[in-house]
């Protein structure tokens, strides 16, 4: 199926310090997510983007986060300062449309994993 | 808030039989979503399901949205299969998030 990319696989970086986690989704995709899940945890929904502008967020997407696509280039997560919680992997998600229409599917990167030390 | 509740919590099968995987919601959904968690963590969209029954090749969706809950059915289970598997809903009236169960994890056993 369609593939969306994540870089880095995997990102260790000191609590305090700022991360960029990338996603190159579907080429013709309009619909960009990401999701937060901690080991042996529920998937869970951060924030969801579309022409240029944040639709939702969930109350996981605290201040220190943002998100951004410019120029459609990578959609990007930032997390900016990281606290020892931050600490899950992160998966990236499109969409070419979305509720019951056709092409709502939503496909999934393979994930970042941060750890925060 | 918005629960997808998952059952069995594990499944452990001969190969060659048939797993029906359960899937319950506590709000209106606009769609289902079945997903494969390998082990390493990354997922394959397995089924996308506003409602009815949708087939592909070993699989099939059924979603009942009137009645809060689906169904993922897979016939004639391969060892290859084992792994987890995630039921997602999308609420109705939502910006197209997901809210994921916890997950069947399902044992193929020769």
């Known amino acids: 199926g369609p593939k969306v990319l994540q870089i880095p696989s995997h990102q260790i970086i000191d609590m305090g310090q700022m991360v960029t986690l990338n996603c190159d989704p579907v080429?013709?995709?309009?619909?960009f997510y990401w999701y937060k899940q901690i080991l042996g945890q529920q998937m869970e929904f951060l924030v969801n983007?579309?022409?240029?502008?944040?639709?939702?967020k969930s109350k996981l997407f605290k201040d220190q986060f943002s998100v951004e696509r410019p120029d459609g280039s990578y959609f990007t997560l930032k997390i900016q300062p990281t606290a020892l919680e931050d600490s899950a992997v992160y998966f990236c998600?499109?969409?070419?449309?979305?509720?019951?229409?056709?092409?709502?599917?939503?496909?999934f990167g393979p994930g970042t994993r941060l750890t925060v030390l | 808030g918005q629960q997808v509740q998952q059952s069995p919590a594990s499944l452990v099968l001969q190969e060659g039989e048939n797993a029906e995987l359960q899937c319950n919601f506590s709000?209106?959904?606009?769609?289902l979503q079945w997903f494969y968690q390998r082990p390493g963590g990354s997922l394959v969209s397995l089924l996308s399901?506003?409602?009815g029954t949708k087939h592909t090749g070993r699989l099939t969706s059924t979603t009942v949205t009137k009645e809060r809950r689906g169904s993922l059915h897979i016939s004639s289970s391969q060892i290859t299969d084992s792994g987890t598997y995630l039921c997602?809903?999308?609420?109705?009236?939502?910006?197209?998030?997901?809210?994921f169960g916890q997950g069947t994890v399902l044992s193929v056993i020769p």
């Open positions: 998600a499109s969409s070419q449309n979305r509720g019951r229409e056709d092409y709502a599917e939503q496909f």
């Open positions: 080429s013709n995709h309009l619909y």
């Open positions: 983007f579309y022409n240029g502008k944040v639709m939702e």
């Open positions: 709000s209106t959904a606009t769609r």
């Open positions: 399901n506003p409602s």
């Open positions: 997602a809903m999308e609420p109705t009236g939502g910006n197209n998030k997901l809210t």
